[in-house]
């Protein structure tokens, strides 16, 4: 009888187990909202909950007689795990991401036989149902279809299309298909434009095959860029720190490389909204690039640039690493009057020699330093502001390198207190 029990109990654990890690997989599901949380900060608990349900599947397995069809839904489980490891994630996700699917659906085949595993069916529909929501309404019924790719320096495809019925938040991402490519592939890019604007603007930087094969066909298109077929869905991605509400009137934006995307978007509506006539003490935007990516970006001439981007691009005179992603405005001087701070960092030093053909001028471009931004010190000099200003809570918003976001993390963790806190978000891509 206890034998019974324990075999009993261990396969509804396995079981419960199985369904919270399938309640976590849809991008619409209704459970994430009421708990709080975005899509891709639920994928944690589907971890979770995905290896809690091997575990007590062991258990169970030990526990009872032998059962060839939970042997192969944990065989199942097992190998979907194991290739969901973040280094082999990181290092073939195609891979991953198709395996993953592949034995989910075998894992659901052998639930449905098992006995006793049968409800966790029921929770999968729920996935079924999203992705007919979101390939079958919203990428092919709902959203523009047509946009416009160029090819800009550094490795970088500026992806441009009319808003249409689309909506989203100063931050957030979609998940992009381009049918020319592939139609099996799906990849995450954070807008650059802000929501109170009428073209939305993605950037990508070319950094594998299938963002290389994106940029290629884009460059094939000159400077008038080309035009393109995609398909989206979304926007993903909200964020914990709600510097849209009035709790935050100071607001500071750390970014490194590509990852100025969502904080160029998140700034842009700060400083739309501000002339609005919302109240704000401290935007304050820190970008940091390596020096690499302007010798990448090395153009013969400006003039090649695309005509119709050129005028956008260079309107603040920045270098041409930093010309793809350019913000509605920079301020070398902060102050009560204009609480907009930016502050450019390139980390590589470099030629002086080089310093003309990249468009750098020391001299001209005060937002522009060299070396790696002090994070300890712009944190501090944040909160003394904050003070000043009489704001108890600060936000923070952070994306870029995981030693960036964890400096950043630690240091806000530590400055809080004395009658100020610091707020912290960090963006989170690794899907």
Wanted: net charge negative; hydrophobic share 45%; charged share 20%.
């Amino acid at each position: 009888m206890a034998a019974a029990t324990g075999c009993e109990g261990s396969g509804w654990a396995a079981t419960f187990s199985l369904m919270a890690s399938i309640f976590f997989v849809p991008h619409n599901s209704v459970l994430t909202p009421l708990l709080g949380i975005s899509f891709e900060r639920g994928l944690e608990y589907h971890i979770m909950f995905a290896y809690s349900t091997l575990i007590n599947g062991v258990i169970h397995g030990l526990s009872c007689h032998m059962d060839i069809t939970g042997v192969f839904l944990l065989v199942a489980m097992g190998l979907s795990s194991t290739l969901a490891f973040y280094k082999i994630r990181r290092a073939a996700f195609e891979v991953f991401y198709k395996s993953h699917i592949l034995l989910y659906l075998v894992a659901m085949f052998f639930a449905l036989i098992h006995h006793g595993a049968k409800l966790a069916i029921v929770v999968a529909y729920l996935w079924v149902l999203d992705v007919l929501y979101r390939y079958g309404f919203l990428a092919l019924m709902k959203y523009p279809r047509s946009a416009k790719a160029y090819a800009l320096p550094a490795n970088v495809v500026r992806i441009e299309f009319q808003k249409g019925a689309f909506r989203y938040q100063a931050g957030q991402y979609v998940f992009l298909c381009i049918p020319a490519l592939t139609c099996f592939q799906w990849h995450p890019f954070s807008m650059s434009s802000s929501p109170h604007e009428h073209v939305v603007t993605i950037h990508v930087r070319a950094l594998g095959d299938w963002t290389r094969k994106l940029y290629d066909m884009a460059e094939a298109g000159g400077e008038e860029g080309v035009e393109l077929r995609m398909l989206f869905e979304g926007p993903y991605g909200e964020l914990i720190v709600d510097v849209d509400g009035p709790r935050y009137t100071s607001v500071m934006m750390i970014s490194g490389g590509i990852g100025i995307t969502p904080m160029q978007s998140t700034c842009n509506s700060l400083l739309h909204q501000m002339k609005a006539g919302r109240p704000m003490n401290a935007i304050w935007f820190i970008w940091a690039a390596a020096d690499r990516y302007v010798v990448d970006a090395m153009w013969d001439d400006v003039e090649r640039l695309p005509t119709a981007l050129n005028s956008h691009m260079n309107s603040n005179g920045l270098p041409h690493s930093f010309t793809p992603d350019t913000l509605e405005r920079v301020s070398e001087d902060f102050s009560a009057e204009d609480p907009l701070r930016t502050e450019f960092y390139l980390t590589r030093v470099r030629n002086e020699a080089e310093f003309e053909a990249a468009n750098i001028n020391p001299k001209v471009q005060k937002c522009l330093k060299f070396g790696r931004p002090d994070l300890a010190q712009l944190l501090e000099q944040y909160c003394q502001v904050g003070k000043k200003a009489g704001d108890h809570r600060l936000a923070v918003l952070v994306c870029g390198p995981e030693a960036m976001v964890t400096e950043v993390r630690k240091l806000c963790s530590q400055m809080s207190g004395n009658g100020v806190i610091l707020d912290f978000h960090s963006e989170k891509f690794d899907l």
